[in-house]
Antibody, heavy 120, light 113 residues
Framework: EVQLVESGGGLVQPGGSLRLSCAAS????????MSWVRQAPGKGLEWVAN????????YYVDSVKGRFSISRDNAKNSLSLQMNSLRAEDMAVYYC?????????????WGQGTLVTVSS | DIVMTQSPDSLAVSLGERATINCKSS????????????LGWYQQKPGQPPKLLIY???TRESGVPDRFTGSGSGTDFTLTISSLQAEDVAVYYC?????????FGGGTKVEIK
């Protein structure tokens, strides 16, 4: 059974940093693009970043470029998102998602999400 | 960036009736070299993460009931629920994966009338 379990969310002050982690199991992690997608409270979905199977390609939404960094450790089946210089508008539930094997920009498995609250 | 616009924002449909959700992209998401539309549909129920229903605009994900149908090409797409069931109450999102940044529509809330 495919499982994606996020951790690392919490309360952080504006300008602070947080590192999110995602533990993957039930599939060959190194064979899939992986991404982070976020959802602000009561709002829609926003793609944040994705990373290729071997980590050689990474893409970000403009609003987080230079502040967030996505990475993966295929040996540990884990995905991470380092978030620096956090802003109020970064407050959201962050989902770890697996790209579909046939349509790598679609997401067929989602974690339950971890909430990031940015507030003083 | 490709902007995805969904309509309506919400709709109420009687049980057993048809629900139709529209999605329009600001530029074509049809890739000519493989004739595929890079468009997906998701369902999100309260308190849950989204669930993939449709990819390539019309390919049903494994396990998705056949009352869910995706159609359209280029810039105009539709998700149809042929006979609404109580468990279909949710917010539905379209998403383009033609180019980064990958973008989602604003969502359509489907309720029972």
């Amino acid at each position: 059974e495919v499982q994606l379990v996020e951790s690392g969310g919490g309360l952080v002050q504006p300008g602070g940093s947080l590192r999110l982690s995602c533990a993957a199991s039930g599939f060959t992690f190194s064979s899939y693009w992986m991404s982070w997608v976020r959802q602000a409270p009561g709002k829609g979905l926003e793609w944040v970043a994705n990373i290729k199977q071997d980590g050689s390609e990474k893409y970000y939404v403009d609003s987080v470029k230079g502040r967030f960094s996505i990475s993966r450790d295929n040996a540990k089946n884990s995905l991470s998102l380092q978030m620096n210089s956090l802003r109020a508008e970064d407050m959201a539930v962050y989902y770890c998602v697996r790209a579909h094997v046939y349509a790598s920009g679609c997401y067929d498995y989602w974690g339950q999400g971890t909430l990031v609250t940015v507030s003083s | 960036d490709i902007v995805m616009t969904q309509s309506p924002d919400s709709l109420a449909v009687s049980l057993g009736e048809r629900a139709t959700i529209n999605c329009k992209s600001s530029q074509s998401v049809l890739y000519n070299s493989n004739n595929k539309n890079y468009l997906g549909w998701y369902q999100q129920k309260p308190g849950q993460p989204p669930k993939l229903l449709i990819y390539w605009a019309s390919t049903r994900e494994s396990g998705v009931p056949d009352r869910f149908t995706g159609s359209g090409s280029g810039t105009d797409f539709t998700l149809t629920i042929s006979s609404l069931q109580a468990e279909d109450v949710a917010v539905y999102y379209c998403q383009q994966y033609y180019s980064t940044p990958l973008t989602f529509g604003g969502g359509t809330k489907v309720e029972i009338k």
